[in-house]
């Protein structure tokens, strides 16, 4: 079940959809960092955490979600925010608890993959 949103389809390419509702320049990358740790029993268990950055000029109080044409990502909790003197940009540093790959078939039909970390 693809989470996306009708909006999506107006943004260009060098706009994120934030929260859902706000259309703004501007452009993010994720990293999807994986480790191995061992339970009590001692079974290995892969735990993947989702980090990643926003680089947009609009300011967002609280930000949940980011979407493009190509990714969703959700459960946003922001680390840091970054401002430079030279510009308007504002980087934010934030962790992810779930990040969806969308790609399109030949029939334009998207589809999903999802991880939780």
């Given at each position: 079940?693809m989470k996306s949103?009708?909006?999506?389809?107006?943004?260009?390419?060098?706009?994120?959809?934030?929260?859902?509702?706000?259309?703004?320049?501007?452009?993010?990358?994720?990293?999807?960092?994986?480790?191995?740790?061992?339970?009590?029993?001692?079974?290995?268990?892969?735990?993947?955490?989702?980090?990643?950055l926003?680089?947009?000029g609009?300011?967002?109080?609280?930000?949940?979600?980011?979407?493009?044409?190509?990714?969703?990502?959700?459960?946003?909790?922001?680390?840091?925010?970054?401002?430079?003197?030279?510009?308007?940009?504002?980087?934010?540093?934030?962790?992810?608890?779930?990040?969806?790959?969308?790609?399109?078939?030949?029939?334009?039909?998207?589809?999903?993959?999802?991880?939780?970390?």
């Open positions: 079940m949103n009708p909006n999506i389809d107006f943004i260009e390419t060098d706009e994120v959809l934030l929260n859902g509702t706000i259309v703004a320049k501007g452009a993010v990358s994720a990293a999807l960092i994986s480790t191995l740790n061992q339970d009590e029993f001692g079974d290995t268990k892969q735990d993947i955490k989702i980090e990643g926003l680089e947009t609009y300011y967002i109080n609280i930000l949940n979600t980011i979407e493009t044409n190509r990714y969703y990502i959700e459960g946003i909790f922001v680390d840091r925010e970054r401002y430079g003197s030279s510009d308007n940009n504002i980087i934010y540093d934030f962790r992810a608890n779930s990040f969806e790959v969308k790609y399109q078939d030949t029939n334009d039909k998207f589809y999903e993959v999802k991880l939780n970390g």
